[in-house]
Protein backbone atom coordinates (compact mmCIF):
# COMPACT_ATOMS: atom_id res chain seq x y z
CA UNK A 1 0.00 0.00 0.00
CA UNK A 2 0.94 3.29 -0.66
CA UNK A 3 2.33 5.58 2.60
CA UNK A 4 2.67 9.21 2.87
CA UNK A 5 5.58 11.22 3.42
CA UNK A 6 5.15 14.56 4.69
CA UNK A 7 8.16 17.17 4.78
CA UNK A 8 8.63 19.61 8.01
CA UNK A 9 11.13 21.91 8.77
CA UNK A 10 10.84 22.23 12.75
CA UNK A 11 9.65 19.70 16.41
CA UNK A 12 6.27 21.59 15.82
CA UNK A 13 5.35 20.63 12.40
CA UNK A 14 7.37 16.80 13.17
CA UNK A 15 4.80 16.55 16.13
CA UNK A 16 1.65 17.70 13.92
CA UNK A 17 2.03 15.23 10.69
CA UNK A 18 2.89 12.47 13.41
CA UNK A 19 -0.42 13.64 14.97
CA UNK A 20 -2.34 12.94 11.42
CA UNK A 21 -0.49 9.71 11.12
CA UNK A 22 2.03 10.28 8.37
CA UNK A 23 3.86 6.96 7.03
CA UNK A 24 7.20 9.08 6.85
CA UNK A 25 8.53 12.42 8.28
CA UNK A 26 10.83 14.07 5.98
CA UNK A 27 13.18 16.54 7.36
CA UNK A 28 13.64 19.50 4.99
CA UNK A 29 13.98 23.75 4.60
CA UNK A 30 12.29 24.60 1.58
CA UNK A 31 13.09 28.10 1.76
CA UNK A 32 17.21 26.51 0.47
CA UNK A 33 15.58 24.99 -2.36
CA UNK A 34 14.15 21.82 -3.91
CA UNK A 35 15.95 19.88 -1.48
CA UNK A 36 16.95 22.39 1.12
CA UNK A 37 18.44 21.09 4.42
CA UNK A 38 17.63 22.15 7.93
CA UNK A 39 20.29 22.73 10.65
CA UNK A 40 21.77 19.71 12.18
CA UNK A 41 20.93 20.93 15.95
CA UNK A 42 17.21 20.75 14.61
CA UNK A 43 17.06 17.68 13.00
CA UNK A 44 18.91 16.01 16.14
CA UNK A 45 15.96 17.57 18.02
CA UNK A 46 13.17 16.42 16.00
CA UNK A 47 14.63 13.15 15.63
CA UNK A 48 14.83 13.46 19.95
CA UNK A 49 11.18 13.67 19.98
CA UNK A 50 9.77 11.63 17.55
CA UNK A 51 11.39 8.61 19.46
CA UNK A 52 11.33 6.42 17.00
CA UNK A 53 7.32 6.52 17.12
CA UNK A 54 7.76 7.49 13.00
CA UNK A 55 10.32 6.96 10.44
CA UNK A 56 12.70 9.96 9.95
CA UNK A 57 14.08 10.96 6.71
CA UNK A 58 16.21 14.07 6.05
CA UNK A 59 18.04 15.88 2.70
CA UNK A 60 21.11 17.22 2.67
CA UNK A 61 20.57 20.30 0.65
CA UNK A 62 20.87 21.27 -3.11
CA UNK A 63 24.75 20.14 -3.43
CA UNK A 64 26.63 20.17 -6.67
CA UNK A 65 27.21 16.46 -7.41
CA UNK A 66 30.91 16.81 -5.94
CA UNK A 67 32.01 13.07 -3.81
CA UNK A 68 33.67 14.70 -0.98
CA UNK A 69 31.28 17.37 -0.54
CA UNK A 70 27.98 15.47 -0.77
CA UNK A 71 30.15 12.27 1.25
CA UNK A 72 30.35 14.74 4.25
CA UNK A 73 27.26 16.18 4.13
CA UNK A 74 25.34 12.47 4.13
CA UNK A 75 27.62 10.90 7.23
CA UNK A 76 26.78 14.18 9.15
CA UNK A 77 23.10 14.04 8.74
CA UNK A 78 22.97 9.95 9.00
CA UNK A 79 24.84 10.26 12.12
CA UNK A 80 21.88 12.62 14.09
CA UNK A 81 19.99 9.27 13.61
CA UNK A 82 17.33 9.83 11.16
CA UNK A 83 16.08 5.99 9.13
CA UNK A 84 16.97 7.50 5.72
CA UNK A 85 19.73 10.35 3.98
CA UNK A 86 17.82 11.79 0.79
CA UNK A 87 20.42 13.20 -2.00
CA UNK A 88 19.19 14.70 -4.60
CA UNK A 89 21.13 14.05 -8.01
CA UNK A 90 21.00 17.66 -9.88
CA UNK A 91 22.21 17.84 -13.19
CA UNK A 92 26.40 18.41 -13.79
CA UNK A 93 29.34 17.43 -12.05
CA UNK A 94 30.29 14.07 -11.27
CA UNK A 95 27.22 11.37 -10.64
CA UNK A 96 29.46 8.18 -10.70
CA UNK A 97 32.28 9.22 -8.52
CA UNK A 98 29.47 10.81 -6.13
CA UNK A 99 28.03 7.53 -5.94
CA UNK A 100 31.42 5.14 -5.68
CA UNK A 101 31.89 7.50 -2.48
CA UNK A 102 28.55 7.05 -1.25
CA UNK A 103 28.48 3.10 -1.75
CA UNK A 104 31.27 2.76 1.68
CA UNK A 105 28.47 4.50 3.60
CA UNK A 106 25.44 2.32 2.11
CA UNK A 107 28.19 -0.98 2.82
CA UNK A 108 27.81 0.60 6.71
CA UNK A 109 24.11 0.06 6.68
CA UNK A 110 23.52 3.92 6.09
CA UNK A 111 19.88 3.68 3.99
CA UNK A 112 20.30 6.37 1.39
CA UNK A 113 17.61 7.77 -0.83
CA UNK A 114 18.68 8.96 -3.85
CA UNK A 115 16.22 11.97 -5.46
CA UNK A 116 16.26 12.52 -9.06
CA UNK A 117 14.54 15.23 -10.98
CA UNK A 118 11.29 14.67 -13.40
CA UNK A 119 11.91 18.00 -15.01
CA UNK A 120 15.46 17.55 -15.46
CA UNK A 121 14.20 13.84 -18.01
CA UNK A 122 16.47 11.61 -15.63
CA UNK A 123 17.60 8.57 -17.32
CA UNK A 124 16.17 5.74 -15.23
CA UNK A 125 19.06 3.15 -16.48
CA UNK A 126 20.95 4.87 -13.57
CA UNK A 127 18.51 3.17 -11.47
CA UNK A 128 20.85 -0.13 -11.98
CA UNK A 129 24.25 1.82 -10.98
CA UNK A 130 21.97 3.20 -7.42
CA UNK A 131 20.87 -0.10 -6.52
CA UNK A 132 24.36 -1.75 -7.04
CA UNK A 133 25.77 0.74 -5.19
CA UNK A 134 23.65 -0.29 -1.70
CA UNK A 135 21.21 2.75 -2.35
CA UNK A 136 18.25 1.35 -0.05
CA UNK A 137 15.87 3.80 -2.64
CA UNK A 138 14.31 6.43 -4.68
CA UNK A 139 12.13 8.99 -4.97
CA UNK A 140 10.85 11.30 -8.48
CA UNK A 141 10.93 14.84 -7.72
CA UNK A 142 10.73 18.01 -9.42
CA UNK A 143 13.68 20.74 -9.19
CA UNK A 144 11.76 24.37 -10.32
CA UNK A 145 8.76 24.35 -7.89
CA UNK A 146 7.21 26.61 -10.48
CA UNK A 147 6.60 24.60 -13.03
CA UNK A 148 3.30 22.58 -11.83
CA UNK A 149 3.39 18.83 -10.23
CA UNK A 150 4.97 15.91 -10.90
CA UNK A 151 2.07 15.04 -13.46
CA UNK A 152 2.05 17.72 -15.05
CA UNK A 153 6.15 17.63 -15.92
CA UNK A 154 6.27 14.06 -16.68
CA UNK A 155 4.10 12.20 -19.25
CA UNK A 156 2.27 8.96 -17.30
CA UNK A 157 4.30 6.05 -19.12
CA UNK A 158 7.22 7.61 -17.92
CA UNK A 159 6.49 7.34 -14.50
CA UNK A 160 5.29 4.24 -14.45
CA UNK A 161 8.31 2.96 -16.04
CA UNK A 162 10.48 4.87 -13.47
CA UNK A 163 8.08 3.15 -10.33
CA UNK A 164 8.37 -0.31 -12.27
CA UNK A 165 12.37 -0.13 -13.22
CA UNK A 166 12.78 0.76 -9.06
CA UNK A 167 10.67 -1.86 -7.74
CA UNK A 168 12.73 -4.49 -10.18
CA UNK A 169 15.72 -3.12 -8.76
CA UNK A 170 14.34 -3.85 -4.87
CA UNK A 171 14.53 -0.50 -4.18
CA UNK A 172 12.06 1.64 -2.22
CA UNK A 173 10.36 4.28 -4.60
CA UNK A 174 8.91 7.39 -3.42
CA UNK A 175 6.34 10.58 -6.08
CA UNK A 176 6.55 13.66 -5.03
CA UNK A 177 6.68 17.58 -6.76
CA UNK A 178 4.29 20.01 -5.80
CA UNK A 179 1.55 17.08 -5.82
CA UNK A 180 -1.82 18.15 -5.36
CA UNK A 181 -4.82 16.60 -3.92
CA UNK A 182 -5.76 16.01 -7.35
CA UNK A 183 -2.69 14.03 -8.17
CA UNK A 184 -3.25 11.34 -5.23
CA UNK A 185 -5.99 9.15 -7.13
CA UNK A 186 -3.83 9.59 -10.62
CA UNK A 187 -0.25 8.13 -8.78
CA UNK A 188 -1.37 5.47 -6.58
CA UNK A 189 -2.28 3.41 -9.29
CA UNK A 190 1.65 3.20 -10.21
CA UNK A 191 1.85 1.72 -6.23
CA UNK A 192 5.02 3.63 -5.52
CA UNK A 193 5.65 3.31 -1.93
CA UNK A 194 4.96 6.78 -1.00
CA UNK A 195 3.61 9.66 -2.14
CA UNK A 196 5.58 12.86 -0.62
CA UNK A 197 3.74 16.08 -0.32
CA UNK A 198 4.83 19.69 1.02
CA UNK A 199 2.82 22.44 -1.03
CA UNK A 200 -0.60 21.08 -0.58
CA UNK A 201 0.10 20.64 3.65
CA UNK A 202 0.61 24.41 3.71
CA UNK A 203 -2.11 27.62 3.63
CA UNK A 204 -2.83 28.60 -0.05
CA UNK A 205 0.15 25.70 -1.07
CA UNK A 206 2.83 27.62 -0.20
CA UNK A 207 5.73 25.57 0.22
CA UNK A 208 7.80 28.24 2.46
CA UNK A 209 5.35 28.51 4.86
CA UNK A 210 3.98 26.74 8.09
CA UNK A 211 2.32 23.72 7.50
CA UNK A 212 -1.80 23.91 8.26
CA UNK A 213 -3.33 21.48 10.40
CA UNK A 214 -6.95 21.16 8.54
CA UNK A 215 -4.46 21.00 5.07
CA UNK A 216 -2.29 18.06 6.54
CA UNK A 217 -5.21 15.78 7.70
CA UNK A 218 -6.92 16.43 4.42
CA UNK A 219 -4.03 15.32 2.31
CA UNK A 220 -4.14 12.31 4.94
CA UNK A 221 -7.68 11.62 4.35
CA UNK A 222 -7.57 11.75 0.86
CA UNK A 223 -4.81 9.36 0.71
CA UNK A 224 -7.08 6.65 3.03
CA UNK A 225 -9.97 7.28 0.50
CA UNK A 226 -8.23 7.23 -2.28
CA UNK A 227 -6.16 3.47 -1.34
CA UNK A 228 -9.71 2.17 -0.16
CA UNK A 229 -11.34 2.79 -3.65
CA UNK A 230 -8.51 1.53 -5.54
Not at 56 to 77: C, H, I, R, W, Y
Not at 195 to 211: K, Q, S, T, Y
Request: with cysteine; charged share 20%.
Amino acid sequence: MTGMLASVNSVSEALLVLSAGIDIIDLKQPELGALGALDIAVVKQIVTEIAGRCPVSATVGDLPMQAELVFNAVKAMAETGVDYVKIGFFPGDDWLGTLDKLSSLAEHNYALIAVLFADTKPDISFLSALAAAGFKGVMLDTMNKRTGSLTQVMIKSDILAFVKQAKARGLLCGLAGSLREADISELLVYQADYLGFRGALCLEHDRVGPLNKQAVFKIKQAMKLSVISS
